[in-house]
């Protein structure tokens, strides 16, 4: 090789160098993503990232695990509070008021530019995640409540497996029978039963607070102390005084023992499916919700689970390049991926009609429950779950107020009075504050 | 007095400015302005506030849940300092003892120094598993059914006993340290006059050491009033119902998860300061000039 | 704690004490051993679990009553490892810990070093206001402090980590005891050999002093090192997050806590301090005790 040419060579090669370390430098957008998947789903959702990174050169999203729900809405609004939001924020169902009142958040459709479609995706979950008839976040990991039970169990019980119970009184006439025969400890366990109790309040299409559950105005007061919920408790207080409810937890902890066999029904988030379905050694049964007898009411399932808000403050190229993730996370592929990766809901139509053309609901029919639940009710504004200020808070003191009938044994009535004047309280403050 | 050594003016000044100034910026403005907060409803959020006068401290005073979290944690310091601090005497009186290769025990016992209130809460959250705990295991065989999760009574016993044993190290640490300090001839003297252990252990070393049991009183009491955040966070989350709400807890929830309570938080966090000045009174009039250790 | 010199001649007795008491009772020492043995056992329990089911699969430690250490121990810290990014963490929080531990040193030495040695208008007040310190426990601060370093830009930062830390009554107190222990001669020769004060400060103060900053290193690491809930607000990204939050990352699994895991992530952010307080436990010992092997 001549010096020249080896001269030359080590000039192009500079400038390539050099132009590359330009680009990278003035075309990479760093996305920061806050979320609150751990454990497996933490996982998918670092695949699902990484696979985004690949796909989109120019763009990076940094995806941080910030904790628990509770403490990922916490940190985000500290962040917004220090000046410093990060681009993308994962917030449950809780946070949707204080995101909204935030002042702080970029609507999706406006992130999009005009591009999103709403009638895409799937209708309770838009319903949930609207306000003044738009959608606020994009919706991501959405999931309800169900009821998980031990199909073996029933049968050494001589249950039928197939025959899961629809109402309290069988879910607790057949935990006796589990119980008698010896088959189980406990009937059954909650996980974050605050969120049952909600559960409850929309699927017997029962009001759980004025101004239209917190939708039309800023609710100033609960009804968790009206006959119904006094009603719910109460038998929920029955069940643990005959040892049929055996408590787990506010969040997750109960789904252990239900895998290890100390009750035969779990009520919990449809999203631990994946996690129930790969550690239980058993065969696994899924079912609505029960209902409480003597409620007619026919409301429907709230919508939980997760979104993701987009933060304001950021110039148009990262707004973009949001409107860029949003879309891939959305995608028929990744969408599927995320739904049987975890057991939350596909969020789009073209989602769902893909895994049924595939037979994945007809292979894997508990995947289909949560489904056939949210679309078996109707669309009523009970039903569409409350929207409240001070929402984690009010999560706290409902989650306290059930711990005080269930374990320490309080009288439903005065536990639920409680809670609710100081929600008020809580409540009548958000407003004072946010008017 | 003594003389003071050397002559210059302004060094004393310039050596002792960056603590001064930390102080101030750190510890007494943040300090001025949480009394300040204190009167105020305020939204974290849009920074809007409202003056309410003493409101949030009226609130509080009257409120079940904060006489039942300031209930609740009072009970808890005197269990983990009155057990914190027994226990771990009687475990430095025995591993002082002049007996070859106690070294060793010395070595091991203050293991637990190096464990944080929050990997204490971890560790015991395990052992203590209603269903797979080894301790919970054992008492099952003997017919206690132990359900931290499920049951309040044991919720308080499960964060005490796990703060208790977190401290233990410490605690050893500074008895021992004590023990060592104590001369050898008063405890021979006292030994010649033919009391038994017991009571010269009581007459004797006791006295000279309660100059660092009572140091110790004070820190216990600040560690369990402060650092078992860590401990409560990873395992009880203040419940079940509000039975492991200590105050230390509640201030965090109320100040940084809810948006609203920020005054509250604040009022709170000024009651905690009478608190500890009223500790630090007493121990300032009671033991006089001493150390403070952490 | 007032700070007494121990005799050499104390040594000797306790020697001949200790020939005495083991010469009459012969059984006295193995009984005491035995229960000291079982003391220590019934103290480090916690811990020994900890490490067993750091190497047990979820299959092990399922079975009721199951102790024995399974062959799950390599998979179990790899996760541990790379689930809550334990090494990232551990540097984080060393680069904390360790700042925190000198910069403390360094300024309380420097205030003790002005109190003691230096007439100061004063020196009250500003022991009483260094005091203060003690009395205002972060929590009692929390929501100022926090917003003090959001208008800092410090959020997410290692100085909005440890700045806040800095300045402590401990060091200050524990460094002004001791160099009042000290003779007045060691600083009177040095001024008769015409040392300026910085000279007397590196040359002499420091050597003496080594074993009280050993102990105040060790307690300010450990202290550090063990802190939770102020990262917990001000560590947002894995570039500045500490090892505690770390576990809490490794517990907050949405499913079913993976025990193994948990307890391999515990056991490895147990270790850093841990060695420190081996290292150092003879100086801390000492340093409580008042004693200095340089001045006796």
Redesign the interface.
Known sequence: MSKRRLLSVLLLTTALLATFSLVSAQDEIQI?F?HA??????EVVQELVDEFNETHPGIEV?A?????Y??T???A????????P?HIVQVYEVGTR?ML????ILPVAEVSGGAFDPASFVAPIVNYYSAGGELQCMPFNSSTAMLYYNKDMFAAAGLDPDQPPTTFQEVYDMSRQIMDAGVAQGGISFGWPAWILEQMYAKHDQLLANEDGGRSALATEVYLNNEFGVAVLSEWQRWADDGVL?????E??A???F??G?FAMLAQST??LA??ES?APFEVGTAFLPRLEGYDGIGNNVIGGGCLWALAGHDEAENDAMWQFFSFLSETPQSVAWHKGTGYFPSTLEAVDALEAEGWFEENPNFLTAFDQILAGEDTVAAQGVLL??F??IR?IV??AI??SV??G?DPQEALD?ATA?INQ?LE??K???E | MRDYIFPNRFLPYLLIAPSALLVIVFFIVPAIQSLQLSFYRVNALSGRQLYVGFENFTRLLTSSDYIQSLTTTGAFIAVVVIFGLSISLAIAVGASLPLRGFGVYRTLLIWPYAVSPAITGAIWALIMDPNIGAITNALESIGINFDYRGNSTHAVIFISAAATWKILGYNIVFFLAGLRNIPRDVVEAAGLDGANAWTRFWRIRFPLLSPIAFFLLIMNTLYAAFETFGLIDITTHGGPGRATNLLIYKLYSDGFKTQNLLGSASAQSVLLLVFVVVLTVIQARTAGKRAFYR | MSVQSTPMAEWSTRATERRLAFQKHVAYPVIMHAVMIAVVIIVLLPLIFAFVLSTQSSADWRIVGNIMPGSNAVENYTIAWERASLGRLMFNTTVVAVSVAVGKIILSMMAAFALVYFRIRGGILILGLIMLTHLLPLPVRIVPTYQLLSSFGWIDTFQGLAVPFFASATGVLLFQQFFRTLTTDLADASRVDGAGPMTFLFRILIPVSRTNIGALFLIEFTYMWNQYLWPLLVANSVQTRQVQIGIKQLIATDATVEWGVLMAGVVTTIIPPLVVLLVLQRSLMAGLSGESEDVR
């Open positions: 920061s806050w998947m751990s454990g497996s789903r933490g940094v941080e695990f910030s904790g628990s509770a403490d809405l916490t940190k609004l500290a962040a917004v509070r220090a000046g410093e990060p204080a009142d935030s002042g702080a055996i408590y787990g937890g506010r997750y902890s789904n252990d023992p895998i290890a100390e999203s631990s996690g129930i550690n200020g001070d984690v808070t706290d989650g306290a711990e005080e374990v320490n309080v409680a100081e809580l403050d958000y004072s504050l946010n």
